[in-house]
């Protein structure tokens, strides 16, 4: 039965790096909403492109981007996972109430991913962080410039990458500044979606992410019921 994860977190959550245990032991095809637009917003052939100039703006200085564009890349893509019947996990979407819900002229991603994955497939997961853990964890995060595995670590960042040997970079966004603007834009426009989602009558599972990150993936699993098949 193929099936749907919706993780939500502030930044440095740690949604990727459970999205990456979760499809690698499960069956999981990830969708990285974050990654996935930066590639279309930097693509050398978009450049001169308008529209999507204004949206390499906005994603570059951690605004988010428009809900509209983004809700119909977000369809467009799952439609292929879903014909394809794969499983699915999401690590930044939906991230605002449109993308969510739509409105009447557009379905919003919920309501399309119940038409093609039944609700009762469908399961949303909260990991939650302070603030304070937030802004650490992100201005002391590293990626690989190869393979993009988050680097984490405690009390020094390693200089390569554990899983290809490459070098590691900071990512533009994880700068002070602009997780300030991301975590504004998290609180105001990404948070209010789990109220709504109760109200539709959808459980979200809540998870201590301040925890290492072998025990919030056990946590998951066992609140999904994921090893019951
Ligand atoms: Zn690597």
Redo the contacts with the bound molecule.
Sequence with gaps: MKKIIILFGPPGSGKGTQASLIASNFNFSIFDTGKYIEQIVHAPENLKNKNIRRERENFDSGILNSPFWVLNILKEKTSVFSRAGLSIIFTGSPRTLYEAFGDSGQMGLVKFLEKSYGKKNIHFVYLNISPETSIWRNSHRKI?V??S?PILYKKRAPQV?P??G?PVRQRSLDKPEIIKVRLKEYKERTFPIIERLKKAGYKINFIDGEKPPYIIYKNIISKLKLNDG
Aim: one cysteine or more; hydrophobic letters at 25%; glycine letters at 0%.
């Design positions: 690989c190869t393979c595995a990458c899983f290809c490459s």
